[in-house]
């Protein structure tokens, strides 16, 4: 995905600052839109952050914050000067994701509000901080190297440049002075708070993109804004970013702000352009159409496959190409929705391996998953990704026997994915058995030449 390979150039290109000057202040990237008296949108250049800042009678709300302290620190000072006055009541995080709420530590004197769920994941976001600047600081090292085989003048190089340059400052941020600014008041349904001249209306919309995601409506301005839920230039809607989805709630959301007597002038996502209302109407009607599309389909006796061909994207939706995503961009992200619509119908498979192995063991798991298989077919979600990421979950608590048994299952149920052997061979890796690992990752590449991982794995253990 886009935004992974994003997040990885980003931290890729931290190591290469160093050789550099840091940006100043001056240097900082950022653009200011005003959308009326009491409205304004400070867009960073580099994540395409959209940051808005709301001037109401009892004072500042900033929704969002972006991932840096110091350009948070920039777009403070631009609002104090754009609206002349400094008193910060609100921050609002759309989500509790790093981009969005690394910044909250500027705002120090207003009140962050978030939906519950933000509260743990932004705990642990201290926690992680070392591993974060040493992730950075390694991939600043391979970027560095990079460089050297740029042509100095070329646009590639210039642009590599400039990113190191925030990449450098991105480090000095989470080095020194990081401070994990989790709300300080929560909701978990709705909640209003009334700003005197204006109110924000915010709606926990459900599990989707992270978990913690809200809409906030802000009537008096007909203003909505709908963080990193609906995006369609660089990313695409992310409905699928949770294993358990809450579809029905996001269309009753969806319904009290679309449908209510409010009138939505703009709708403005957490990064890159604007939407508007009708926009907004078209994907709730995707997201309507599928949700009844795979309910109907299961009543019929239906299997995936036949679901995977019943919903191709329609013709109205291919205005994505036009912002640059590929036929087979499209495709994926068809075929992602449409399985984890499908799948919120089925109770998953994983989850009870995973609670057989924490109580009982992996033999007992791996009876347990033949067992399902073969009673309970109809009842169950057999996922191929939810058995790899509970592989990975076990291998990161060194699990490694329990994870190499979670990937032989999902092999054996998925022979013709690359991904599977990728996986066990990985496992097999950590485990040092490294003749079997040799074994998988050649499969997977065989399956998927294009398996840079299995590649450049199979040629470190050639040298050895
Ligand atoms: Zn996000």
């Avoid at 997201?287 to 019943?310: H, M, P, T, Y």
């Amino acid at each position: 995905m886009k935004y992974k390979k994003f997040i990885s150039s980003f931290l890729a290109l931290i190591c290469l600052t160093l050789l550099l000057p840091a940006q100043s202040a001056d240097d900082i990237p950022i653009q200011v839109k005003r959308l009326g008296e009491r409205v304004i949108v400070l867009k960073e250049t580099f994540m395409e952050n959209n940051v808005v800042a709301i001037a109401s009678k009892k004072g500042l709300v900033v929704v969002d914050t972006t991932g840096l302290p110091s350009t948070a620190a920039k777009m403070r000072k631009i609002i104090e000067k754009e609206f002349d006055r400094k008193d910060f009541v609100y921050v609002i995080n759309t989500h509790h994701h790093w981009d969005h709420s690394f910044g909250n530590q500027v705002f120090a004197d207003a009140v962050v509000v978030g939906h519950e769920r933000c509260l743990e994941p932004m705990r642990r976001d201290a926690g992680f901080m070392p591993r974060r600047v040493e992730g950075l600081k390694q991939n600043l090292e391979r970027q560095k190297q990079r460089l050297e085989g740029l042509t100095p003048d070329s646009e590639e190089a210039k642009s590599t440049r400039t990113d190191i340059a925030t990449l450098k400052r991105a480090l000095a941020d989470y080095s020194e002075g990081f401070v994990s600014t989790p709300p300080a008041i929560i909701f978990n349904d709705r909640m209003n708070l009334n700003l005197g001249d204006m109110t924000f209306k915010l709606y926990y919309f459900g599990r989707a993109h992270s978990g913690s995601d809200i809409l906030i409506h802000v009537p008096e301005e007909g203003l909505l804004l709908t963080g990193d839920l609906f995006l369609d230039e660089g990313w695409l809607p992310l409905f699928a970013g949770q294993p358990v989805l809450d579809i029905p709630r996001w269309i009753e959301v969806l319904k009290a702000v679309l449908d209510g007597e409010d009138e939505i002038k703009q709708v403005i996502p957490a990064h890159q352009h604007f939407w508007n209302r009708e926009r907004l109407a078209m994907w709730r009607d995707y997201i309507v159409k599928l949700w009844n599309g795979v309910n109907a389909a299961k009543a019929e006796g239906l299997d995936f496959a036949a679901v995977q061909n019943r919903f191709p994207l329609e013709e109205k939706y291919s205005y994505l190409k036009e912002l640059g995503h590929t036929g087979s961009e499209l495709q994926r992200f068809q075929s992602r929705n449409v399985e984890a619509f499908w799948r919120q119908l089925f109770e998953s498979a994983a989850a009870v391996v995973e609670k057989t192995i924490t109580e009982s063991g992996i033999q007992a798991a791996i009876e347990k998953y033949h067992e399902l298989k073969a009673k309970q077919e109809k009842k169950y979600y057999f996922g191929e990704n939810d058995f790899n990421a509970l592989g990975y979950r076990l291998l990161m608590n060194r699990k490694v026997k329990e994870a190499i048994e979670v990937f032989k299952l999902n092999v054996q149920a998925f022979p013709d994915s690359w991904n599977v052997y990728d996986s066990l061979g990985e496992a097999y890796l950590v485990n040092g058995d490294t003749e079997l690992a040799v074994k998988y990752y050649k499969k997977s590449l065989e399956l998927n030449p294009e398996n840079n991982n299995a590649k450049e794995t199979l040629k470190r253990l050639e040298k050895k």
